[in-house]
């Protein structure tokens, strides 16, 4: 644990140290990460090949998943796995067409000018599923529903070949998804070869997804040649708490997350030091016994306790902006009023965080690092462009014509104050 402390008393270093949570040195992830995107960009397949077989130690003719695979793979994967798939689908399905529902075209009318909002999709996705140290069938879900609802034409899987059978429930997912193409190919030469293209795997317009440093190092880099969503890495969770929260579920909730990854974060704030105490003791104790605890243990080193008033547990929070929020205080929805930055919310104590990660219906791809304070989830609006739309009548150009030539003319663009003469004259 790097803090256990009051509020009151972190002094400016320790602040920044919680807020940081798990920055990894940039220094050398940079120059890694800009090797691959530069080797990709120039020798495509070749460059993916050489890296899958560094990476993730395999020797890989074809990056496409084909339908004998996807075959195998429900042989493979228990029906029970495939029918969550199928449950937890038509959860996030539902969720995210009431996203699309509540989106709404409009126009304004206003003497002669009108003007207005479409809604189209983008038209080429790649949705990047992570597996390095776990798989996630459930990141297929989370990226490509969206898409699907949102209407994108083509959408695209990668996620990492994990040995030579590949992850099977991210192909069944997959299927139940209805992905176009799967490519096994992982980290950031995935990210790389959606950029830019290759032989193999084709380019698109906007890559989402999860995943670890280089894989959100990437995104970050190509961002501008394509679109990205937003920084979505090691996953954390900040989880206010007050006299009445049930320490257990506290602790429960801290090891579900940091089970993720060494450089998951998680921070607790509450309101007294004797719940701190009995909050960091039951976590300790927790982890001693449990699944995953190489891991664990590495990202307790990321995460901090501290406590003060609840003002001051919600402004910390605000100021972390966390991936998951949970509020497990006596009237949860009275703290949600003064909560501004954060992924996602979870109200009360039965709202742990993976109800969301798999099967309520809210995405679980979330901003990371502080992003919340600038991003949303991913969401259908991830995938959709609104391009405004304008059409005037004569008496309508009319009535706009000075101050459009005016301000043109005091830009020196006279051509422009020309093409509304020239209809007028
Ligand atoms: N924020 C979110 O919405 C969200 C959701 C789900 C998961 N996550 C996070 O996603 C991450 C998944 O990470 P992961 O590692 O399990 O899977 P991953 O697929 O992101 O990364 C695995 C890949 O990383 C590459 N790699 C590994 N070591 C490398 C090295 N030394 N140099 C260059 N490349 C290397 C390999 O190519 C490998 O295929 C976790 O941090 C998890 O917390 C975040
Ligand atoms: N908690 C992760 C986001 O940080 C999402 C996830 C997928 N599977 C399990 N959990
Ligand atoms: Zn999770």
């Known amino acids: 644990m790097i803090i256990f402390k009051k509020i009151d008393d972190l002094n400016e270093e320790e602040i920044q140290k919680i807020m940081d949570r798990n920055k990894t040195n940039m220094d050398n992830i940079l120059p890694i990460v800009g090797d691959i995107l530069k080797n990709v960009r120039e020798n495509k397949d070749s460059a993916l090949k050489e890296y899958t077989k560094k990476f993730d130690g395999v020797d890989i003719e074809n990056f496409r998943v084909t339908k004998e695979e996807i075959e195998t793979a429900y042989e493979n994967v228990d029906s029970k796995v495939v029918c969550s798939l199928e449950q937890a689908h038509e959860n996030i399905y539902e969720f995210h067409k009431a996203q699309l529902d509540n989106l709404k075209e409009w126009a304004l009318e206003k003497d002669g000018i009108s003007t207005g909002q479409i809604i189209r999709p983008i038209e080429k996705a790649g949705c990047y599923v992570p597996g390095g140290k776990a798989f996630y069938p459930s990141s297929v879900l989370m990226t490509t529903i969206p ?228 991003y949303s989830g991913l969401s259908v609006e991830t995938f959709i462009k609104k391009p405004t739309v304008q059409e005037l009548t004569r008496d309508g150009l009319k009535s706009i014509a000075d101050v459009v030539t005016t301000i043109a003319e005091a830009e020196g663009l006279y051509n422009h104050a020309e093409a509304i003469k020239g209809r007028l004259k």
């Open 147 to 374: 898409a699907k609802v949102a209407g994108v034409k083509e959408v695209v899987v990668t996620s990492p070949p994990n040995g030579t059978k590949g992850n099977y429930a991210t192909l069944v997912a997959s299927d139940i998804c209805k992905v176009d193409s799967i490519f096994k190919l992982g980290g950031a030469q995935a990210i790389a070869s959606l950029a830019y293209g290759t032989e193999s795997i084709p380019k698109v317009d906007i890559i989402v997804g999860p995943g670890n440093i280089f894989v959100t190092t990437a995104k970050k880099l190509v961002y501008g040649e394509v679109a990205i969503d937003f920084p979505a890495g090691p996953s954390e969770v900040l989880i206010i708490c007050d006299e009445e929260t049930n320490v257990d579920y506290v602790a429960l909730d801290f090891l579900a997350q940091a089970e993720h990854d060494p450089n998951a974060s998680c921070v607790i704030t509450t309101t007294s030091e004797d719940k701190a105490v009995e909050i960091k003791n039951r976590i300790i104790e927790t982890a001693q016994n449990a699944k995953r605890k190489e891991i664990i243990v590495k990202a307790l080193e990321n995460s901090a306790i501290v406590y003060g008033s609840l003002d001051q547990c919600i402004d910390l929070s605000n100021e972390y902006a966390p991936e998951h929020l949970e509020i497990m205080t006596k009237n949860p929805r009275e703290v949600l009023k003064y909560i501004n930055n954060a992924g996602s919310i979870f109200l009360g104590h039965y709202a742990p965080v993976p109800v969301g990660d798999y099967a309520s219906g809210t995405n679980h791809v979330l901003p990371t690092s502080g992003c919340a304070k600038m």
